[in-house]
């Protein structure tokens, strides 16, 4: 199929599943937050099998080809994976800077950080058993992990970095193994920090990709619409993705209204593009989605884009986020009528 559409990973959890109220009011939790669950702790698993049944249903009612889970067991894409690891100190968080150049709680490393065991591979496992569509699953990527952490081990952030590569690269193996179609690695802070992306970033990449057999892809934005509100005219770290193994690039192109000729410069890479705008709650008409479209064919070629939001709806309500979704999937199939 032509221009198949996905979610970049996370959908709106219910409100009977998590406060939303308390999740606005801060940044996304990079330490364990689990105030923000409403659900009592002997009935949250269930909780989450039960709300992840609902993501799974509403992205295949929209009309979404490639389901993932809506990281309906996340109080952020990161945390749940990033304090699993070894070498956190879980009891003593630390502080860094978000990319906002705020302060906020982070795992403080006080020991070398390795993987002690598989942590997302039962979100696959529910994920594959509950639709018979393609499946992606997201795991945050090494370098945006070792930039949310206060370092108190390592004498070299590159080091540090490369760790959290090889935890990365043993979890998308197990990923794969679980029956994953497609493992998305989340690297915002790519963009964030572009120099130290450069210096070591795209190397901890290229190890957290080593050995991987299957379809990857990376998510790289300006951040969560929510909460940074301003957006750059285009990408500090873009084209330094196309010399690596990854088969697909997330980019977002709505809000910031990106400049789309910067996509000629992954030449091969399929391009997950991002035609909806989380920074407000309208509801685009499928035309708009359609133009956004349009906007790449001159630089991608149409058999290598995957159609998506900007970034995560995890901030937005429900029934907004399944209204986008609507109107994504019929944008699409505008564009796809015309290629036919």
Not at 19 to 38: S, Y
Not at 140 to 157: C, R, V
Not at 247 to 257: K, Y
């Amino acid at each position: 199929m032509l221009l198949p559409t996905t979610l970049v990973g996370s959908y709106a959890q219910p409100d009977w599943l998590i406060d939303k109220v308390k999740l606005a009011g801060r940044f996304p939790p990079r330490v364990r937050a689990t105030e923000l669950w409403r659900v009592d702790p002997e009935f949250r698993e269930q909780a989450f099998d039960d709300a992840t049944v609902l993501a799974i249903r509403d992205q295949e009612r929209a009309g979404i080809d490639i389901i993932t889970d809506g990281e309906m067991r996340r109080e952020s894409y990161s945390n749940r994976f990033a304090t699993a690891l070894e070498g956190v100190d879980l009891d003593n968080p630390g502080i860094a800077l978000d990319r906002s150049g705020e302060p906020n709680p982070v795992p403080r490393i006080s020991g070398k950080i390795r993987r002690k065991h598989a942590v997302e591979t039962r979100d696959v496992e529910f994920l594959r058993a509950n639709t018979d569509r393609m499946i992606k699953i997201t795991v945050p990527g090494p370098f945006t992990m070792s930039q949310q952490a206060q370092n108190d081990f390592y004498t070299d952030e590159a080091e540090m970095a490369h760790d959290y590569a090889v935890a990365v690269n043993a979890e998308i193996k197990d990923l794969f193994a679980a029956g994953a179609d497609i493992v998305q690695i989340d690297e915002p802070y790519m963009q964030a920090r572009p120099a130290k992306a450069r210096d070591y970033g795209l190397a901890a990449l290229k190890t957290a990709l080593e050995g991987v057999g299957g379809r990857t892809a990376l998510h790289i934005c300006f951040g969560y619409a929510a909460l940074i509100h301003e957006r750059p005219e285009g990408y500090n770290f873009l084209p330094e993705l196309a010399d690596t193994a990854l088969d697909e690039i997330s980019v977002e192109t709505a809000q910031s209204e990106l400049d789309c000729s910067v996509l000629a410069k992954l030449p091969g890479k399929t391009v997950i593009l991002g035609v909806l705008d989380l920074s407000t709650q309208e509801i685009e008409m499928p035309e708009v989605v359609a133009t956004r479209i349009r906007r790449a064919l001159p630089y991608v070629p149409a058999e290598k884009l995957v159609i998506a939001p900007d970034c995560g709806f995890k901030y937005l309500p429900r029934e907004v986020a399944y209204a986008k979704m609507e109107a994504m999937v019929a944008g699409a199939r505008i564009v796809r009528a015309e290629l036919a």
